[in-house]
């Protein structure tokens, strides 16, 4: 089992910036794909971004592309998520996750943390 801990989520205004990082308690796979995925109220959780712990295979939501930038450092066995020109429809509850996979229709992931409240105000 994984323990994925998230931090750096709080309250932001429109064109804002924050820094999501976290911190796993070790690697499923030593090159395993980590990721970020969010839940707006009402909505479903939807993929983010992920990234493997070599610092390749990076993809992003079409909504958070170029504003958003997802990062590693596998000697600390943490993953980061800078979010820049943060908007209103980014507010939601971000989840990191290990294993991430893409399917035909959609992402999965293997593990979960308990995730971070960002919310962004107009």
């Known amino acids: 089992q994984v323990q994925l801990v998230e931090s750096g989520g709080g309250l932001v205004q429109a064109g804002g910036s924050l820094r999501l990082s976290c911190a796993a308690s070790r690697r499923t796979f030593s090159n395993d794909y980590m990721g970020w995925f969010r839940q707006a109220p009402g909505k479903e959780r939807e993929f983010v971004a992920r990234?493997?712990?070599?610092?390749?295979?990076?993809y992003y939501a079409d909504s958070v592309k170029g504003r958003f930038t997802i990062s590693g450092d596998a000697a600390k066995n943490t993953v980061y998520l800078q979010m820049n020109s943060l908007k209103p429809e980014d507010t939601g509850i971000y989840y990191c996750?290990?294993?991430?996979?893409?399917?035909?229709?959609?992402?999965?992931?293997?593990?979960w943390g308990q995730g971070t409240q960002v919310t962004v105000s107009s």
């Open positions: 996750a290990a294993s991430v996979l893409k399917g035909s229709n959609s992402w999965y992931a293997g593990y």
């Open positions: 990234i493997n712990w070599s610092g390749g295979s990076i």
